[in-house]
């Protein structure tokens, strides 16, 4: 039975439910400096995403084939692209007929859409702004690389870039409220699309970039950083000189990707600013983040990098959080990186092979309010809901079941998570949570102990004063008692395997004997994702003789 004070919290206002027909208000990001979260209609809104293909929202024969898929995969909410080069292929002649389908169809099939604005750059370069753009490259001038070539991206000093840029950005927004305001079927928006300097030497180095570079650095970013000081990234921290003057003196051997932060910074708040003037929807940017042993110039330079957060902070107030595509085995790694006071945790692209893994993670143990794996629309739903459906559909299913308790649990401090690999660094991982712990490992055989999953990830949410609710696949899960929290043991009253039918949970067995390791362990199923309410017990230690 939960406690009076659990029901409450789990009963409280909260929003997760097909598309209001009359909106009250505009989604936007709030929420405490470590929690912040997406607010739908004034409530907490979980986003179980997916990121189409590049080149899979071109048409509006694609949305009639593509959003109905997602739709089965449990996906709520499809983050496409909208390329500049194809909203505005004249200059000053803008043609939204595409969008708009895709509205339209999203609308049906009851999911909401991410805007990802491909307008000066996408990965770094900007193949994606109109030809007649590209081709006027003393109109549009574009970035110089150290050794002289004209690089394929646009320049971040083009003032006609900026000002172009800037009034395509604002007319689709402005487009988006007429079309959208009432229903909110567009949630959120990126601004431009992992930005980033891309060539020899780190930095652009035209004439006008070289002279910037010499000059002084504005004094409003060394006051910014200076007042941040304990925000700064270790990087930035150990090369930031404030007494100099020149991007050489102040940052050091981090110069040339502070130049570059901070000018693509300046450009993107611009572009936003101008966009949330027309419409203030939330907005965003992500970065693409460096191979090991990856410099700046062979990543893309000046992104945002957690190493640079702080100076986009200063020169984009716009922005409302910022983000990483994470597609490098150190998932977690990069989630922490991100976790800073006041960012709110969203993952806009992921692997889609190890993304029904990683996403318990990011919403149990990040707290990220959503969550996308790329490349979507290439899964094949189901067709009956069974246990041969794909991982993502296993995963956003289940999370999708979870989400009225999760959403507050997260808010609260009452959800955990993790995930192992066979080659993670530690074969056991233990997280802490009410006053238990939760020690996982993956899956074994017995008696011969080999391995039954290369994966295994698992979220926890906190129902009651010993009551768990433990959905994932891939691992066996030991319960102790935190010694942090008093002297006594822990041991478990019970274990069912429960499903939501109806919006009701409903047992469907009880777990006991070698299902439990005689009554001592959880063992999940080795390759269906699962959810287990789990009910724990204390009792006093006995004396020593």
């Known amino acids: 039975m939960k406690s009076k004070v ?37 409530k907490p809104y979980l986003i179980l995403g997916g990121e189409l293909g590049n080149s899979s929202s071109g048409t509006t024969e694609q949305a009639d084939v593509i959003l109905p898929k997602l739709a089965k995969l449990h996906v709520n909410t499809a983050l496409i692209p909208v390329a500049w080069g194809q909203i505005e292929p004249t200059e000053n002649k803008f043609d939204f007929s595409v969008l708009d389908h895709w509205i339209d169809v999203a609308r049906e099939q009851h999911l909401h859409l991410v805007l990802l604005w491909f307008g000066s750059w996408k990965n770094a370069f900007s193949n994606d702004a109109p030809i007649w753009v590209r081709q006027d490259t003393k109109r549009f001038p574009r970035a110089i690389s150290a050794d002289g070539a004209e690089l394929e991206i646009l320049s971040t000093l083009g003032p006609e870039t900026l000002k172009l840029d800037r009034t395509a950005f604002s007319t689709l927004m402005k487009h988006v409220r007429e079309k959208d305001e009432t229903q909110q079927t567009v949630l959120m928006v990126q601004v431009e699309n992992e930005v980033g300097y891309l060539g020899l030497g780190g930095r652009d180095r035209s004439a006008v970039a070289n002279q910037l570079f010499r000059s002084a650095v504005p004094d409003e970013l060394i006051k910014k950083l200076e007042s941040d000081e304990k925000l700064l990234s270790p990087k930035l921290s150990e090369s930031f000189h404030p007494a100099g003057k020149s991007w050489q003196e102040v940052f050091g051997d981090a110069a040339n990707e502070a ?5 693509y910074a300046r450009f993107i708040q611009s572009v936003a600013a101008a966009g949330k003037q027309a419409y203030p929807l939330p907005m965003y940017v992500n970065a693409q983040l460096p191979a090991p042993a990856e410099r700046a110039g062979e990543y893309p330079s ?8 702080q100076i986009y902070r200063a020169a984009a107030p716009a922005l409302d959080f910022y983000s990483p595509d994470i597609y490098w085995p ?13 960012n709110a945790m969203f993952v806009p692209e992921a692997r889609i092979d190890s993304a029904p893994f990683n996403a318990f993670y990011a919403y149990g143990e990040a707290k990220a309010f959503g969550f996308s794996a790329f490349g979507i629309d290439s899964v094949e739903p189901s067709l009956d809901s069974s246990e041969s459906a794909p991982a993502i559909e296993q995963t956003y299913k289940t999370l999708d079941d979870l989400s009225d308790i999760l959403v507050p649990a997260q808010a609260s401090g009452h959800a955990r998570g993790l995930v192992l690999h066979a080659d993670s660094p530690r074969p056991t991982q233990t997280v802490s949570l009410g006053g238990f712990l939760f020690e996982a490992t993956l899956s074994r055989s017995w008696p011969a102990k080999t391995l039954l999953t290369n ?18 696949r891939g691992l066996t899960v030991s319960f102790a008692r935190d010694p942090d929290s008093d002297n006594q043991v822990a041991g478990i009253g019970s274990i069912d395997e429960v499903s ?6 409903v047992t469907q067995r009880r777990l006991i004997g070698d299902q439990s390791n005689q009554g001592r362990q959880l063992s999940m199923s080795a390759n269906q994702v699962r959810i287990y309410r789990v009910v724990l017990y204390t009792a006093e230690r006995a004396a020593a003789q």
């Open 500 to 505: 939501r039918i109806d919006g009701k949970w």
């Open 302 to 309: 000046g992104g945002p990098h957690p190493d640079n957060l």
């Open 330 to 342: 150190n998932f977690e790694y990069w989630m922490q990186r991100y976790k800073l006071p006041g």
């Open 259 to 263: 130049f570059m932060a901070w000018n």
């Open 6 to 42: 659990y029901i409450s919290l789990l009963l409280a206002g909260w929003f997760f439910s097909p598309l209001a027909s009359h909106a009250r208000e505009l989604p936007r990001i709030q929420g405490a400096q470590n929690q912040r979260q997406l607010l739908v209609n004034g």
């Open 455 to 472: 994966d295994g990830a698992m979220i926890i949410v906190q129902t009651g004063p010993s009551e768990f609710f433990i959905a994932g």
